[in-house]
């Protein structure tokens, strides 16, 4: 096997014998077969659209959901991956009927088999390493990952009735395009960066959806202990999930909590009417190991990050959509797209109440609206001095140690900053008393990973309240811890929006060559991290 889609990837180079993550060689081979053959599926819809033709929304959704199950943490089930090989195929070996030219199609567009063996030997040679060169191995998989992390986006906004054809159109392009040799490293350096436009869009579209179905996100306090009834805890970022499950649980006596990236999910004004919702468990994906043992109650994950399970609770983890474990149930939906929960209901009930952790509040609910109606005293606060900079911490968090640097950073930070933060990364620092600034919290939390969208259009607005030209010209700092693949289009949608000197940690992604490296060096002053001193100094110059 070779993965290095994820920071923390062995060695920082690559995993070669199994994943730190979890993912084993098998499952490696069979995700990588998923994606040629997905790429293959792109290149016939591509073509077909090329033709003039229309391509059905239904393969549109196989296509994204099949990048969403390859995400970092995602789905470690080789069966679901062996399936969706097969009904992939199955899709595209219908479309190709319709190509009138077969001779411009890729090999991946016209290889095909039902045969395991036969597809474990392909697998074998269509990874990661498959492309010889590695600058332009480098900015194909960076396309990749920024794809499979916008197609995650868009997978929530599908779930909540929203599409968009362009987008749809864009990635099966894109990904066909990493098949095609003759495209230069420049055309390679200029779809990467058409990728970050369209995580704008996916992003938008994201956006759009969870307002315009759950309402604007609005400052909350969230109660970070326990009660005395069993729960139910949710993860992952689906919140159609956990709109039904919260529906489903009305008067049973089970309460559900929140567990890392679906915090968020208590600053919607839609799940506040539900009284059972009780608050957040624990922190974000990686310490799965312990807070889903003392939870007690039926865990449902709804998307990445899974950290493979102890045998003590697999059998009270369930999965949905594109999560799946091996051993683990997982919940369909229906044909008139419900989901079921009663079976975790069931258990819930029969289990101890959560063993308390923490307890306190914690706040949150900065997305752009809340945080536009704050603009008069946000932009009084800047003009007056009161608040000196804004630092952007977004992304992800992980496991390795070296990640207590941004616990450090944020507790160093003189008084008069404000950190804006969107995604997991927000437990290295949330819990933390920074106090506020004249009633401003200095942690403003804008939601899940997705709404780094909202901070973008924050930067945006005060750009136009202080009548600047640039972007860049605010006193906004990027300090942007990453990991997984949906941090990578987010990064890349804030290269679209021009936003130029981000800082990247703990450390930049193994799959940039020292070439591909040196282009977002060079074009956009994209940095690693240094020491919390010296790179406080650095961005309060
Ligand atoms: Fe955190 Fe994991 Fe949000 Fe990432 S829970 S690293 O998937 O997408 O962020
Ligand atoms: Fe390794 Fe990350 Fe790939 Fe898992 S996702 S195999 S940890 S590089």
């Given at each position: 096997?070779?993965?290095?889609?994820?920071?923390?990837?062995?060695?920082?180079?690559?995993?070669?014998?199994?994943?730190?993550?979890?993912?084993?060689?098998?499952?490696?081979?069979?995700?990588?077969?998923?994606?040629?053959?997905?790429?293959?599926?792109?290149?016939?819809?591509?073509?077909?659209?090329?033709?003039?033709?229309?391509?059905?929304?239904?393969?549109?959704?196989?296509?994204?959901?099949?990048?969403?199950?390859?995400?970092?943490?995602?789905?470690?089930?080789?069966?679901?991956?062996?399936?969706?090989?097969?009904?992939?195929?199955?899709?595209?070996?219908?479309?190709?009927?319709?190509?009138?030219?077969?001779?411009?199609?890729?090999?991946?567009?016209?290889?095909?088999?039902?045969?395991?063996?036969?597809?474990?030997?392909?697998?074998?040679?269509?990874?990661?390493?498959?492309?010889?060169?590695?600058?332009?191995?480098?900015?194909?998989?960076?396309?990749?990952?920024?794809?499979?992390?916008?197609?995650?986006?868009?997978?929530?906004?599908?779930?909540?009735?929203?599409?968009?054809?362009?987008?749809?159109?864009?990635?099966?392009?894109?990904?066909?395009?990493?098949?095609?040799?003759?495209?230069?490293?420049?055309?390679?350096?200029?779809?990467?960066?058409?990728?970050?436009?369209?995580?704008?869009?996916?992003?938008?579209?994201?956006?759009?959806?969870?307002?315009?179905?759950?309402?604007?996100?609005?400052?909350?306090?969230?109660?970070?202990?326990?009660?005395?009834?069993?729960?139910?805890?949710?993860?992952?970022?689906?919140?159609?999930?956990?709109?039904?499950?919260?529906?489903?649980?009305?008067?049973?006596?089970?309460?559900?909590?929140?567990?890392?990236?679906?915090?968020?999910?208590?600053?919607?004004?839609?799940?506040?009417?539900?009284?059972?919702?009780?608050?957040?468990?624990?922190?974000?994906?990686?310490?799965?190991?312990?807070?889903?043992?003392?939870?007690?109650?039926?865990?449902?994950?709804?998307?990445?990050?899974?950290?493979?399970?102890?045998?003590?609770?697999?059998?009270?983890?369930f999965t949905t959509g594109a999560a799946g474990f091996a051993g683990c149930a997982h919940i369909?939906?229906?044909?008139?797209?419900?989901?079921?929960?009663?079976?975790?209901?069931?258990?819930?009930?029969?289990?101890?109440?959560?063993?308390?952790?923490?307890?306190?509040?914690?706040?949150?609910?900065?997305?752009?609206?809340?945080?536009?109606?704050?603009?008069?005293?946000?932009?009084?606060?800047?003009?007056?001095?009161?608040?000196?900079?804004?630092?952007?911490?977004?992304?992800?968090?992980?496991?390795?140690?070296?990640?207590?640097?941004?616990?450090?950073?944020?507790?160093?930070?003189?008084?008069?900053?404000?950190?804006?933060?969107?995604?997991?990364?927000?437990?290295?620092?949330?819990?933390?008393?920074?106090?506020?600034?004249?009633?401003?919290?200095?942690?403003?939390?804008?939601?899940?990973?997705?709404?780094?969208?909202?901070?973008?259009?924050?930067?945006?607005?005060?750009?136009?309240?202080?009548?600047?030209?640039?972007?860049?010209?605010?006193?906004?700092?990027?300090?942007?811890?990453?990991?997984?693949?949906?941090?990578?289009?987010?990064?890349?949608?804030?290269?679209?929006?021009?936003?130029?000197?981000?800082?990247?940690?703990?450390?930049?992604?193994?799959?940039?060559?020292?070439?591909?490296?040196?282009?977002?060096?060079?074009?956009?002053?994209?940095?690693?991290?240094?020491?919390?001193?010296?790179?406080?100094?650095?961005?309060?110059?």
């Amino acid at each position: 096997m070779f993965c290095y889609q994820c920071q923390e990837t062995a060695g920082c180079t690559g995993c070669t014998k199994a994943g730190v993550c979890g993912k084993s060689p098998e499952l490696a081979r069979v995700q990588d077969l998923l994606i040629y053959v997905t790429k293959g599926l792109s290149a016939v819809t591509t073509a077909l659209r090329d033709q003039g033709e229309t391509v059905s929304p239904e393969t549109d959704h196989y296509i994204t959901t099949n990048l969403f199950t390859t995400i970092t943490n995602a789905n470690f089930d080789d069966e679901i991956f062996y399936a969706r090989v097969a009904e992939t195929l199955k899709i595209k070996n219908d479309l190709v009927a319709g190509i009138k030219d077969t001779s411009k199609l890729s090999a991946a567009a016209l290889w095909s088999s039902d045969d395991r063996a036969e597809m474990d030997r392909k697998a074998a040679v269509v990874g990661v390493l498959a492309t010889e060169n590695e600058d332009v191995r480098s900015l194909r998989e960076l396309i990749i990952y920024g794809l499979k992390g916008l197609a995650a986006y868009v997978k929530h906004a599908n779930e909540l009735g929203r599409d968009n054809a362009e987008i749809n159109a864009f990635v099966q392009k894109a990904l066909a395009a990493t098949l095609d040799d003759s495209l230069s490293a420049d055309e390679l350096v200029a779809l990467t960066l058409e990728t970050g436009k369209f995580g704008v869009s996916g992003m938008a579209l994201l956006d759009e959806a969870n307002t315009g179905t759950y309402g604007n996100p609005e400052i909350t306090k969230v109660n970070i202990g326990t009660g005395k009834n069993p729960g139910i805890l949710i993860s992952g970022h689906d919140l159609k999930d956990l709109e039904q499950l919260l529906e489903q649980t009305q008067g049973t006596g089970v309460d559900v909590y929140t567990h890392s990236e679906m915090l968020p999910a208590h600053y919607y004004p839609a799940f506040k009417k539900f009284s059972n919702f009780f608050g957040n468990y624990g922190n974000a994906w990686w310490k799965q190991k312990e807070e889903f043992e003392s939870f007690n109650g039926p865990i449902l994950m709804t998307t990445n990050c899974i950290v493979p399970p102890k045998d003590s609770y697999k059998g009270r983890m369930f999965t949905t959509g594109a999560a799946g474990f091996a051993g683990c149930a997982h919940i369909e939906k229906d044909a008139e797209g419900k989901k079921d929960f009663s079976a975790i209901i069931d258990m819930a009930k029969k289990c101890e109440p959560p063993v308390q952790i923490e307890e306190g509040e914690i706040i949150g609910g900065f997305a752009h609206n809340q945080v536009f109606e704050l603009a008069g005293p946000v932009v009084e606060a800047v003009k007056s001095g009161a608040i000196k900079k804004f630092f952007v911490m977004a992304g992800c968090d992980g496991r390795q140690k070296s990640r207590n640097y941004y616990t450090d950073f944020a507790a160093a930070l003189p008084k008069d900053t404000v950190i804006l933060t969107a995604g997991c990364a927000k437990y290295k620092y949330n819990k933390l008393d920074l106090g506020d600034i004249g009633g401003i919290p200095r942690v403003l939390d804008a939601g899940q990973c997705n709404d780094s969208y909202s901070l973008a259009l924050i930067a945006l607005k005060l750009k136009e309240v202080f009548g600047l030209d640039d972007i860049n010209e605010l006193p906004i700092a990027y300090n942007i811890a990453w990991y997984e693949q949906k941090a990578v289009i987010v990064l890349l949608a804030l290269l679209h929006l021009g936003v130029k000197n981000i800082h990247l940690g703990p450390t930049l992604p193994a799959f940039l060559s020292p070439n591909v490296a040196k282009v977002l060096v060079d074009t956009f002053g994209i940095a690693g991290i240094g020491t919390v001193e010296d790179d406080i100094r650095l961005f309060l110059n």
